[in-house]
């Protein structure tokens, strides 16, 4: 399973972005994908993360009503749309498949967030 994120890019404090995830090599329907970010000098934190169906999203703490994870799983892609964007939302994104204990976790390579103040 390969994932491929796109979408990341400069923006300035209050701006959105849209961030895509799109799995090639397999199916992710049947799985639970996520978002997770990493800013330079800091440890890999929880974005977001949404069900196999799509029916029930979690966010984390930071997030406050901002982003929005989504899924079409026609399309093998997650999506991620930021608003009202923060400095402090600056970090690589990266895009997670949960594929459970037997066959771990998978990771794209990441796409850098920018935003200036």
């Known amino acids: 399973l390969y994932l491929a994120e796109s979408g990341g890019g400069t923006v300035q404090t209050g701006d959105s972005l849209r961030l895509s995830c799109v799995a090639s090599?397999?199916?992710?329907?049947?799985?639970?994908m996520g978002w997770f970010r990493q800013a330079p000098g800091k440890e890999r934190e929880f974005v977001a993360g949404?069900?196999?169906?799509?029916?029930?999203?979690h966010y984390g703490a930071f997030v406050e009503g901002r982003f929005t994870i989504s899924r079409d799983n026609a399309k093998n892609t997650v999506y991620l749309q930021m608003n009202s964007l923060k400095p402090e939302d600056t970090a690589v994104y990266y895009c997670?498949?949960?594929?459970?204990?037997?066959?771990?976790?998978?990771w794209g390579q990441g796409t850098q967030v920018t935003v200036s103040s």
């Open positions: 997670n498949a949960d594929l459970g204990p037997r066959y771990g976790n998978y």
């Open positions: 090599g397999g199916r992710i329907s049947s799985f639970d």
């Open positions: 949404i069900n196999w169906v799509g029916e029930r999203t």
